[in-house]
């Protein structure tokens, strides 16, 4: 007995110790190589996408996984999948994540192997919506960082004189990100004759920041109403500033108890066993 605890104390500690390698791994190669834009997806996931149309699953469950508010989600995440497709992932997924616990669990049928096996069906099960919501984090937090750079470019060129489809052209062209790119795609659509309103309504739903939503309200605001962007633009980008000052202080603030997780599960146990060993293994040998 004590030594299936054991066990299942080791495969507990190994598989927090894989997924946060994983997702560290996962943000060090993003940091590296910045995700596609919404408008150009990456090779991966169009080569994925006539294999998730070809997997069959019933229509309930279909019914009941691709709803629209997925949809949603999968355009802000800059997934180029209807919702239909990333249901069959999840159908496929949850399938291969059973086969393996059934195989795990019938090669060692005790207590570790069905908790293997319990891990292996949630990962299956929570894992392409955690993909999903990683992503989406991740390209709030890349546009929530670079828009008030943006604005105070973009403001600046409106009080030299440019109009504003001028000047957002000007202020777009090189700049670097995911906002560039997304912003580049808005003068794109603004060159082939869409209206302002809608292309401006488009850049909000594509996209999960709310600070953006609210960058698209104040030109919407000052195009109806006939006011100066320019000096809306420089209020709202200091607005920005505070509010992305305030985050970076409540991450440093989040950081002392989250390092507790790590000194609890990894330094906490080797300092017991540094100085627990000596004594027990004194205290059973009698020596």
């Not at 104390?9 to 997702?23: E, H, P, R, V």
């Not at 997924?93 to 908790?115: N, Q, Y």
Request: hydrophobic share 50%; no cysteine.
């Amino acid at each position: 007995m004590m030594t299936d605890l054991l066990l299942l104390g080791a495969a507990t500690l190994a598989a927090f110790a894989i997924g946060s390698l994983g997702l560290a791994a996962a943000d060090m190669l993003s940091a590296r190589f910045p995700p596609r834009s919404a408008g150009a997806p990456s090779p991966a996931t169009v080569r994925w996408l006539p294999w998730m149309r070809a997997i069959w699953m019933p229509s309930q469950v279909r019914r009941r996984w691709a709803d629209p508010a997925l949809t949603s989600r999968l355009q802000m995440a800059g997934v180029p999948w209807e919702a239909e497709d990333f249901a069959s992932l999840r159908w496929m997924l949850l399938w291969i994540g059973a086969v393996l616990a059934a195989l795990t669990i019938a090669g060692r049928a005790d207590l570790v192997g069905w908790f293997l096996g319990a891990v292996l069906v949630a990962a299956a099960w929570a894992g392409p919506t955690t993909w999903i919501s990683l992503r989406l984090e991740r390209r709030e937090r890349e546009i929530d960082r670079s828009l008030p750079d943006f604005l105070d470019r973009l403001s600046l060129a409106l009080e030299a004189g440019l109009g504003f489809e001028v000047a957002l052209r000007r202020s777009a062209e090189r700049f670097p990100g995911r906002l560039g790119d997304e912003l580049r795609r808005l003068v794109r659509q603004l060159d082939r004759g869409h209206p302002r309103q809608q292309v401006l309504e488009d850049l909000a739903a594509r996209n999960p920041s709310d600070d953006l939503r609210a960058f698209t309200a104040a030109v919407r605001q000052a195009d109806r109403l006939g006011t100066s962007l320019a000096k809306a633009l420089r209020v709202q980008s200091g607005l920005l500033r505070n509010r992305r000052r305030r985050r970076a202080q409540e991450a440093s603030r989040r950081l002392p108890i989250l390092i507790v997780f790590p000194l609890v599960f990894f330094f906490l146990p080797a300092l017991l066993i540094i100085y627990l060993a000596p004594p027990l293994l004194h205290l059973f040998l009698g020596q």
